[in-house]
């Protein structure tokens, strides 16, 4: 069964600092993942995606995700965080094969200090 | 420019009550899920449906009921409302895994409270 990773439940950073979220999934072949932003009261915004190719994925915001095979982890990067980041972010392994049911993880709360 | 919609937004509503909560897509995707999410905490399958008449409970034990007779309109149904229902519930559709460009879609969400 796959299974989805978020060791931090909460991480704060300071406004402008870099920013690493941690996701580490498991799953018996190559995984479809997923990271997606909520802020409070709303749904979930997708923020960028890996299927194949390139391990380095691109994605809204200013946000990146580097997918390491060999290490089972899709973490979320942001070279400067603004205010306006503070929200949840979700971490998710698709599924297929069968079955199409996504596994989120159980979510990282980002805390920004001016 | 594909969407998802969820009504209402939110819904205080008293012990007893049936209540639907709608649920509609523009993108003409099969797969449709219902969540439930209490504030700040992780998302939990109640419901999901890989088409038009297939439905399936979650993971989550849920006494919603849902149905699925268009492929755009996957309304979530609580026959008697009760105060362990109070929660955030997340619609969300998609393609095969979620490989098209929006990945796995999700509406706005319905904040509901039963008092």
């Known amino acids: 069964a796959q299974s989805v990773t978020q060791p931090d439940i909460h991480i704060t950073v300071s406004e402008g600092a870099s920013l690493e979220l941690r996701c580490n999934y498991s799953y018996g072949a190559t995984p479809y993942l997923f990271w997606y932003v909520q802020s409070p009261g709303q749904g979930l915004q997708l923020l960028l995606k890996y299927f194949s190719g390139d391990t380095l994925v691109q994605g809204i915001k200013g946000f990146e995700a580097e997918f390491k095979r060999s290490q089972s982890s899709f973490n979320l990067r942001k070279p400067s965080v603004h205010w306006s980041d503070a929200a949840e972010y979700f971490c998710?392994?698709?599924?297929?094969?069968?079955?199409?049911?996504?596994?989120f993880g159980r979510g990282t709360s980002l805390i920004v200090h001016p | 420019e594909a969407d998802i919609y969820q009504t209402p937004r939110y819904l205080v509503i008293g012990t007893g009550k049936k209540i639907t909560l709608e649920c509609s897509q523009t993108?003409?995707?099969?797969?449709m899920y219902w969540y439930q999410q209490d504030p700040g905490m992780e998302l939990h399958l109640i419901h999901y449906s890989y088409g038009v008449n297939s439905t399936e409970k979650g993971d989550l034990s849920s006494e919603s009921t849902v149905s699925r007779i268009r492929t755009e309109h996957f309304p979530l149904t609580l026959e008697s409302a009760r105060p362990s229902h109070t929660s955030q519930y997340l619609c969300?559709?998609?393609?095969?895994?979620?490989?098209?460009?929006?990945?796995?879609?999700f509406g706005s969400g319905t904040r509901l409270t039963v008092v």
């Open positions: 998710a392994v698709g599924g297929h094969g069968g079955s199409y049911i996504p596994t």
């Open positions: 969300a559709s998609s393609d095969e895994a979620g490989r098209g460009s929006h990945g796995y879609t």
């Open positions: 993108m003409g995707h099969d797969k």
